[in-house]
């Protein structure tokens, strides 16, 4: 018989207007494998409806019947900041986290030291920057994530805000909602994007689906990356390949990031490359609120260097009610939604739900949705990501009030 485990999940708020009863659609298209051939999650079995909310405390990601039924413990709880949270007592004799992007457990150093049994931290969605990675490697903690899960999500997003940043729709959308019908405001700030060079920070599986999404656009299109695209690839799209990030942005009007958060990325959009952008580009980040430097950002907003910043992630999350990305002029954020669309969820909770099967019986869990392992970055994550920490100052996000 195996030994009972504590499955410690974090998740987010259920929704302030009541758990929903019915829904927009009837359900969400079946997909059978990712852009390139990786297969979709492949767990034994679900308990949910693929499209219903799964990411919310209620949702528990359906894995209670699954959890419970092998003779675990599953503990879910959306309390996640400061030394009293709900998460930092239960963390204590948990043998596996579970946590999501959007609403991070972030996993520190100290939270690590703290947690005795912890082995195994699952991401579920992409991205576990929220994770000390260097503490992982260091505990022997594997760490893994639902790799290609929100890919597409992500990608589809980031197209919209661009197109919303160079159209100047939130205004328009706002002005109509207060009866007006004043034209020459609406369009004092509109372009088309036919034309325009439009760049990509990393060409990795979002980054590449959103060159591939913007090229009906007649746009020319550019990226960086560590590792060059094929030339096929290149050729295909039309694209220019800059060897670092500033030959890109003086190249582009509008630049938009899909690189993971490491040491070598935090902060990569200071004041320093802003400045060096053309004047009235257009950012647009649903990668990490921390690869920007959010001071800059807003300075450069305020002195019509950047033209419009959008995108769907901030450091910390959620973000305080005074953080200056809520209020600076000519943003289009969103909360951080991109990658947890109703149909993204289905997805995700089918990987954790993967990978957990695996972890139970003792089998491997695939290289494509590991980051950290036997004390090394591994699969993916050695690919993609470099040693080292990018959680500090993550306690920031016990001051969110609601
Ligand atoms: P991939 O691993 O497919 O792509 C990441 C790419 O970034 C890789 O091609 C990698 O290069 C490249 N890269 C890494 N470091 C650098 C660097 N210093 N400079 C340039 N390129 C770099 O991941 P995805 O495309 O699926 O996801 C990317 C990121 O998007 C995630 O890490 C996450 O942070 C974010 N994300 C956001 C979501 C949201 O909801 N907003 C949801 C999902 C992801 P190489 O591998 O060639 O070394």
Avoid at 284 to 313: F, H, M, P, S, W
């Amino acid at each position: 018989m195996t030994t009972a485990q504590k499955i410690l999940c974090v998740l987010y708020d259920d929704p302030v207007d009541g758990y929903p009863s019915t829904y927009a659609r009837d359900g969400i298209p079946s997909l059978t494998s990712y852009p390139g051939g990786q297969s979709m999650p492949s767990p034994g079995k679900i308990d949910f409806v693929p499209g219903e909310l799964l990411g919310s405390v209620s949702g528990e990601l359906g894995l209670r019947k699954f959890v419970e039924g092998l003779g675990h413990n599953l503990v879910i709880t959306s309390d996640k900041d400061g030394v009293d949270s709900t998460f930092e007592r239960e963390l204590i004799d948990a043998d596996v986290v579970i946590s999501q992007p959007f609403w991070p457990a972030y996993l520190t150093a100290d939270r690590i030291k703290k947690s005795r049994n912890l082995k195994l931290a699952i991401t579920a969605g992409i991205g576990s920057d929220h994770v000390d990675l260097q503490s992982a490697i260091d505990n022997n903690i594997t760490v893994c994530e639902v790799t290609y899960c929100n890919s597409i999500s992500v990608a589809e997003h980031a197209v919209m805000q661009i197109l919303a940043l160079v159209r100047d729709y939130i205004p328009q959308y706002r002005l109509v909602v207060e009866g007006r019908w004043d034209i020459a405001d609406a369009v004092s700030r509109s372009y088309d994007i036919e034309g325009m060079s439009v760049g990509v920070v990393a060409a990795g599986r979002i980054g590449l689906a959103v060159l591939k999404r913007m090229y009906p656009f007649d746009v020319s299109l550019h990226y960086t990356d560590r590792h060059r695209l094929t030339i096929e690839q290149e050729d295909e799209l039309g694209l220019t390949f800059h060897p670092d990030v500033e030959s890109l942005v003086k190249a582009c009007d509008v630049v938009s990031i899909h690189c993971p958060l490491h040491p070598e990325t935090e902060h990569l959009f200071d004041e320093k490359l802003i400045s060096k952008m053309r004047r009235g580009s257009y950012i647009v980040n649903t990668a990490r609120g921390k690869i920007c430097d959010k001071n800059a950002v807003a300075k450069a907003l305020e002195t019509g260097q950047l033209a419009g910043y959008a995108g769907d992630v901030w450091f910390p999350q959620p973000a305080p009610t005074d953080h200056i990305w809520r209020t600076m002029p000519n943003h289009a954020m969103t909360p951080h939604t991109s990658g947890t669309s109703l149909s993204a969820q289905a997805r995700y909770a089918a990987g954790v739900r993967e990978i957990l099967e695996n972890w139970f019986n003792g089998n491997r869990i695939r290289d494509e949705y590991l980051i950290v392992q036997g004390g090394h970055l591994a699969g993916t994550g050695a690919h993609s990501y470099s040693e080292g920490d990018t959680t500090g100052g993550s306690d920031e996000a016990a001051k969110f009030n609601r």
